[in-house]
């Protein structure tokens, strides 16, 4: 009860008279006082951005715009600091304190404080004392930061009071006790009032006293085992409680000895407190856009309300670093490298840093999708199976594409040696190749003939090196399973296959030569061949007014005169004859027939068609192929073999067509046999009904005269036809007797055609 009532008026004395409870007191001690160099650690570094030919540091310390030293270097004189050039390194003071460190990015600044203690030799007298009272209202710039630091007081029947504000109307503080030493706190326990205690600071605080008392005044109950009693503003976490802090150590040091004032740190709050505040940003400026203050004059700075009391501070905008008070571009807010900070900036082990202005993005790498910043980061990319499918067919066909032109390649190569094109080549024949044969023929868009074998189309080959550049042509496909079949079957019969093969390819090849070598005005001229198909595209000379077969009885019809007639016989019997008797070969047509004797436009015969049988190779072409049975010559049936005298006796039958005008089947369902009527006819003598009426009807025709050559042909013809092949004449034969009944024809009033 009694020391309840003594605590109570020691407290009322304390409130009551503040100056006489600090009888003890003394003069601020300088800051100065000589101790051990502190081993704090600095606040991170702040980028100097001084004024042009201010110094940016004293001794060890950076300081930062709008710190300066001195008045001229400063934003203001609140923000002035003194350089003690005395010490080495020089140290900076603003007021009393001492600054240990500033920091532009947390609006503080650390200072170096003092221990307020006393110390007993008895319990009642004491020895030493030392009592903290200052005050920061010089410089409304600072405030105690209230987060940053604590209140701590230390021994063992201690009372630490702090008392604050102008007229001291704070007042506060904490108690710390222990019977003896045993019952202290362990080291680095938290101060729970064993030893040490703490207490939170108010805000706003500028002025500060810091004091102490007893359980019973002026009495350290505790003096024997913990002499002193002590009480500071630090740093919140600098101090630890050691239960050496309460005794003298080896050396008889007390705490305050120990720590010397420039030890503990305390943390000071700045801020530009001018009357100036943050305004926030124009409503239209977007929302990014961030407040501003006038001292905030880097480029990408904006203003924070100061933390506690009033003004405000500066900030680099996200992404930049430097000093915002600084209008300089480099010196002030300017863009961080993120990428620059390691290999590969913050950004994932599978994405790439690529610094912007302000910003940084993490790109991902190959084959990686996502955003590289996130915290899912790049993962991999997984192709979609269908883009995997399309992939994979797309590849097949081309692979498919590709061999297939390969094989394609190859078997044209193939065929085109089969068809002994190494051999043509040097003959100096044309040779086409497929694609040329479809150009030439435009897509074989226009028909003009054919029959089992295949078809004829016209075409035209557009050649600076022939006169005229565009050549009419005739191109002549022949289906290749029709002939393959035939060729087959005599393939069989005979020696082995490739044996055969190298007999055809001969006789192709040396066909072709003769066709091509063999130059006759009656004779369709061989232009070229293409050998890359299975059976070779022969390309002609296109003879426009069609077959003797189509003048004579088809659609187009021509009224032909008898001198006319036998100009065509006697041009066909010309190809032919010059044909039997051309080389060491005897060459055989094999099927001549009207509808092979084509004919210009000035109606000049051209024979084609000429050695069909020998490139198709077949000895039973005729049969097989029910080619013109009107025409075939019977001993032919009956030996098997062509002979020159075949061609003759064919071309008898053209004969008797040419003097008639009637196909050698005619009649009501083809019942009538030419050959056999006329030689009836001829019997009977009375052939005149057999001739075409138009002959006689001629305006120039003298009738007596032209039945007589009419006979003369017709008596030629029955020869040709004659069933024993050695009676036939051979052709030359036949060209000298057509001249002859020509000359007949022509004896008064004829005229020359050719
Ligand atoms: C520098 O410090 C010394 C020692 O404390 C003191 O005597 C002197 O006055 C100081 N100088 C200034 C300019 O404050
Ligand atoms: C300024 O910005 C930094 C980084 O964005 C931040 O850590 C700091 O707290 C800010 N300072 C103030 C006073 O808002
Ligand atoms: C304690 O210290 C004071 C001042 O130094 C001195 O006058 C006094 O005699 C001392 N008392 C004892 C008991 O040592
Ligand atoms: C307490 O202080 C003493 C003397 O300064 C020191 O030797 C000891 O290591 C400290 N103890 C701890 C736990 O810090
Ligand atoms: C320790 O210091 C105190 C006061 O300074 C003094 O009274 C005492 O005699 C000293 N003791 C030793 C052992 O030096």
Redesign the pocket.
């Known amino acids: 009860m009694k020391r309840l009532a003594t605590m109570a008026a020691q407290v009322l004395w304390f409130l009551l008279t503040p100056t006489v409870a600090f009888s003890y007191l003394i003069p601020l001690p300088p800051l100065v006082a000589a101790a051990s160099g502190s081993d704090i650690a600095p606040l991170p570094p702040v980028v100097a951005a001084p004024r042009p030919g201010c110094p940016s540091m004293c001794g060890n310390v950076n300081i930062p715009y709008p710190f300066g030293i001195g008045d001229e270097c400063a934003l203001g004189s609140d923000f002035a600091i003194t350089c003690n050039h005395s010490f080495n390194p020089p140290r900076p003071y603003t007021g009393d304190f001492e600054v240990i460190s500033i920091s532009l ?3 503080e600044m650390r200072v170096f404080s003092d221990v307020s203690y006393i110390c007993y030799n008895s319990s009642k007298t004491t020895d030493s004392t030392g009592v903290i009272t200052w005050t920061l209202s010089f410089n409304p710039a600072f405030l105690i930061s209230p987060t940053r630091n604590v209140f701590t007081g230390i021994g063992c029947d201690t009372w630490a009071y702090l008392n604050g504000r102008e007229d001291f109307s704070f007042f506060s503080g904490c108690i710390t006790t222990c019977n003896s030493l045993d019952e202290a706190a362990e080291d680095n326990e938290v101060c729970t009032g064993l030893g040490c205690c703490q207490s939170s600071i108010p805000t706003k605080l500028t002025t500060i006293k810091i004091g102490w008392g007893n359980q019973e005044n002026y009495r350290n109950l505790a003096w024997e085992y913990s002499p002193c009693n002590y009480a500071f503003i630090g740093e919140k976490g600098w101090y630890h409680f050691n239960r050496t802090d309460l005794t003298r150590d080896a050396n008889n040091k007390t705490f305050t000895d120990r720590v010397g004032s420039r030890t503990i740190p305390m943390v000071l709050d700045w801020a530009i407190r001018d009357g100036g505040s943050c305004k926030a940003p124009p409503k239209d400026a977007g929302a990014s856009a961030k407040p501003t203050a006038p001292a905030c004059i880097s480029r990408n700075s904006f203003c ?1 309300s100061a ?1 506690q009391g009033p003004g405000y ?1 500066c ?2 905008s ?1 992404g930049y670093t430097g000093n915002p008070y600084d209008a300089d571009v480099t010196r002030g807010c300017a863009n961080i490298n993120e990428c620059s900070s390691t290999t590969n900036g913050p950004c994932g082990m599978y994405s790439t840093c690529e610094d912007t202005d302000g910003d940084y993005n993490c790109k991902c790498n190959f084959n990686r999708k996502g955003d590289g910043k996130s915290e899912n980061g790049c993962y991999e990319y997984v192709f979609p199976p269908y883009a995997i499918a399309a992939a994979a067919i797309t590849l097949v066909v081309i692979l498919a594409c590709l061999s297939i032109i390969l094989l394609m390649r190859r078997e044209q190569k193939k065929l085109f040696n089969k068809n002994g094109g190494d051999i043509l080549k040097e003959v100096g024949i044309k040779i086409f190749t497929k694609g040329e044969v479809k150009t030439i023929t435009k897509s074989y868009r226009n028909r003009i003939g054919g029959g089992y074998f295949g078809d004829v189309y016209e075409g035209t080959i557009i050649d600076d090196t022939y006169t005229p550049q565009a050549l009419q042509v005739a191109v002549k496909c022949t289906v290749a399973k029709k002939v393959a079949r035939l060729r087959q079957k005599s393939l069989r019969r005979e020696a082995p296959q490739h044996e055969q093969e190298k007999l055809w390819k001969e006789g192709f090849v040396r066909e072709i030569c003769f066709q091509f070598k063999v130059k006759h005005p009656n004779m369709v001229r061989l232009i070229g061949c293409c050998l890359e198909t299975d059976v070779p595209i022969l390309v002609f000379e296109f003879v426009g007014k069609g077959s003797l077969h189509e003048v004579l009885h088809g659609a187009n019809k021509l009224t032909l005169t008898l001198p006319k007639r036998l100009d065509i016989a006697i041009g066909s019997a010309e190809a032919l004859s010059h044909m039997h008797s051309h080389g060491d070969y005897k060459h055989v047509h094999g099927d001549v027939k009207s509808a092979n004797i084509l004919l210009d436009d000035n109606l000049n015969p051209k024979v084609s068609d000429f050695g069909s049988s020998k490139l198709l190779s077949v000895k039973n072409y005729a049969m097989d192929v029910a080619a013109d049975g009107n025409y075939t010559d019977p001993v032919y049936h009956n030996t098997g073999h062509f002979t020159v005298k075949s061609d003759v006796y064919s071309f008898g039958v053209v004969l008797l067509e040419l003097i008639t005008r009637k196909k050698p089947r005619y009649g009501s369902g083809d019942a009538n046999i030419l050959t056999i009527d006329y030689k009836k006819s001829s019997k009977n003598h009375c052939t005149a009904r057999m001739y075409d009426a138009e002959i006689l009807c001629d305006g120039n025709a003298q009738s007596h005269q032209y039945m007589e050559c009419l006979d003369m042909v017709g008596a030629l013809a029955i020869r040709c036809l004659s069933e024993d092949a050695d009676e036939r004449p051979t052709m030359a034969e036949v060209v000298d007797e057509l001249n002859q009944v020509k000359s007949i024809a022509c004896r008064s009033s004829c005229y020359h055609l050719s």
């Open positions: 990015e947390a609006g924070v933390t501070l900030n680099c996200k």
